[in-house]
């Protein structure tokens, strides 16, 4: 039951204002019933020194509907204790039939705010489908973040969703096909609300690559995205690589899919091209790790007149920088409590060669370029690496004295701290064995580089404070095409740019979202490529809501217990009623609610209560 004000302008004059309550008569979808409970004439309140009578009115109103909220309601319920267990089900509760969820009503929440609702009905309009394709994206979403599994498995349990659920499996499949070819227009619309509605910094962006499996042995043909690579988790299975973009505050921007055996370091400029970002009119600076170190990349940052922030392995660079990292001279040390050195920094500024063939004609092309250094040393990264390597090394040592048939060299595993020294059999002179010697000299050399990494950049500050433009925000950036950095509008010390590197670290928690954490993007049961790449675009705007909902929570808790809280959020109707009892709700539970000003309190629901709820998480704005 509801309020609402009416009002009817007399011949008189006079204007007779009502308050009326509204119900929704039973067994009709569209009709109501009204009923008068007070009136008010504007003579009369304006005699009694009101000077605006609709105002008043609409006070009284005010009053009414929150004297409703807070009136406490019961209901009597009569339960047949005597009542036996019934075989054929029939009036009993089951939980597949009656249990609904709740906790959609917060991705709802997002759902809406993003207007990705608008988006959908203003498209699908003109398509000519009986179903409703936004009712369909948004189940397919909440789904997904609530209890990932396939489209089918999906659609055999959307009776746990309130409202519209009339359509079949055929409806979800042609729904992503829509959704595929809008694909663009949509992640651009996604961007777009995310920074008008939340907030978005997107100067520095971070980029990375993962990939996922397929529950099948054989690749696709070359024009497929679906190959055997280098698999993240070592499996054999065909898998498909995803380069992801993702801004400063941990929130996805877009995406990109190649295929299973592209080398990562190839993936950037195709991302990049290809990508809802604007990398040629507003300045960027990529941050990516050592597998997307090449000249290529490095150029195509810099030709677009942007930043990079890209580490490189010290162990595979050249003498010279071997030399600069481990000399004892230039370091800023950190020390801890007892005057131990915890952290180390350097920088230094090079010119540096490169080389890289052009895309036009094929042929090798070369030119130098600045570049600023950053080394660094940490006693927790060195102590890791020892850690890591000594099991590795114990394996070494067991193999020591060994006979193998094996004469080829490896650098990875036990193999890389072994020598093979030839051993032969009577007279023969070609060696039939090789014996297994533990090589010290190998294991020192790898330990002189222990706790060192270098960061490669072109991003530069300000020379000094007197420099900064008080007219732009510090993030302000330009190229600066005279030695080719980017240079920010403050002062960059080397330590706010290991600082920007070492913000990477969000971007692989959020891949560990996507595959072991709360959305199980793996293993991907689809065969058509069509469907495969409308399958990662509902998963990566799952994801997208995922990450603003752990966002608005401050970032205190997981993905994973999000799930868990709000996939157990559910209510029981009570049978013979239109009575729902929640069955589930805890202190997270009750944050998420608070944090979105969605209104779910009692304990006991008339569906006319959860309309009303779900109606407001379709409301475009809150208080944040």
Not at 78 to 107: H, I, M, P, T
Not at 370 to 386: H, L
Not at 530 to 537: G, K, T
């Amino acid at each position: 039951m509801a309020y609402m004000m009416t009002k009817n302008v007399l011949k008189s004059g006079d204007t007779i204002y009502y308050i009326n309550t509204v119900s929704r008569i039973p067994g009709e979808k569209t009709k109501h019933k009204q009923v008068m409970v007070e009136k008010f004439s504007a003579n009369d309140l304006r005699s009694r020194g009101e000077e605006d009578p609709q105002a008043y009115v609409l006070q009284r109103l005010n009053e009414l509907r929150e004297e409703a909220r807070n009136t406490v309601r019961t209901m009597s319920y009569q339960v047949d204790l005597g009542l036996g267990l019934s075989l054929s089900g029939e009036g009993d509760l089951r939980v597949s039939d009656d249990c609904k969820n709740l906790g959609f009503a917060a991705y709802s929440r997002l759902y809406h705010r993003l207007e990705l609702d608008e988006f959908v009905n203003n498209r699908r309009r003109y398509l000519d489908c009986s179903f409703n394709i936004n009712v369909i994206f948004q189940h397919l979403l909440y789904s997904r973040c609530l209890w990932p599994a396939s489209k089918k498995n999906t659609w055999e349990h959307k009776g746990r969703f309130f409202g519209d659920t009339g359509y079949g499996l055929q409806d979800v499949y042609r729904s992503m096909d829509s959704l595929l070819k809008w694909r663009t227009d949509l992640l651009r619309h996604l961007d777009s609300k995310v920074k008008q509605k939340f907030g978005r910094r997107d100067t520095v962006v971070f980029y990375d690559v993962t990939n996922y499996y397929f529950e099948r042995d054989e690749a696709d043909d070359e024009n497929g995205l679906r190959a055997k690579g280098p698999c993240k988790e070592h499996r054999p299975e065909p898998i498909i690589q995803m380069g992801l973009f993702m801004d400063e505050l941990s929130i996805p921007i877009t995406y990109e899919l190649f295929r299973g055996n592209t080398n990562d370091c190839e993936t950037l400029p195709e991302a990049m091209d290809g990508s809802i970002i604007d990398f040629s009119d507003s300045r960027k600076i990529v941050v990516a790790d050592k597998g997307m170190l090449s000249y290529y990349n490095i150029m195509k940052i810099r030709d677009a007149r942007n930043g990079y922030v890209i580490s490189q392995s010290i162990r595979k660079s050249d003498s010279q920088t071997k030399e600069f990292a481990l000399s004892c001279e230039g370091w800023e040390r950190t020390l801890d409590g007892n005057g131990n050195v915890v952290s180390m920094i350097k920088e230094r500024t090079i010119p540096r060669r490169a080389s890289t063939y052009g895309d036009i004609d094929g042929k090798k092309h070369s030119g130098t370029y600045n570049e600023r250094q950053v080394f660094i040393w940490s006693r927790k990264y060195s102590d890791r690496a020892r850690h890591e390597r000594q099991a590795v090394i114990e394996k070494a040592l067991q193999s020591e004295g060994k006979r193998s048939k094996d004469f080829k060299d490896s650098s990875y595993g036990k193999s890389k701290y072994l020598r093979k020294s030839p051993v032969k059999a009577g007279e023969l002179v070609q060696a039939d064995w090789c014996l297994y010697e533990f090589d010290a000299s190998r294991l020192e050399e790898d330990e002189k580089y222990d706790g060192y990494y270098l960061i490669c950049t072109n991003v530069v500050g300000v020379g000094d404070e007197s420099q900064i433009n008080p007219d732009k925000p510090s993030s302000h950036a330009y190229y600066r095409d005279s030695d080719g950095f980017l240079v920010l509008n403050h002062v960059v010390p080397a330590s706010e740019i290991a600082d920007i590197y070492r913000g990477l670290w969000k971007i692989e928690e959020t891949f560990k979202v996507t595959k072991t954490g709360m959305l199980s993007l793996r293993p991907v049961f689809h065969s058509r490529q069509d469907r495969i790449r409308a399958h990662f675009l509902i998963c990566f705007i799952s994801l997208v809501l995922e990450r603003l909902l752990e966002r608005q929570l401050g970032w205190k808790y997981s993905a994973k217990s999000i799930q868990q809280s709000l996939s157990h959020f559910n209510a029981v109707q009570l049978a013979n009623s239109n009575i729902y009892q929640v069955a589930y709700y805890d202190v997270l539970v009750d944050t998420i609610l608070k944090a979105l000003d969605i209104d779910i309190s009692r304990k006991f629901l008339q569906q006319s209560d959860i309309r009303r709820i779900i109606g407001q998480t379709k409301k475009k704005d809150y208080e944040d």
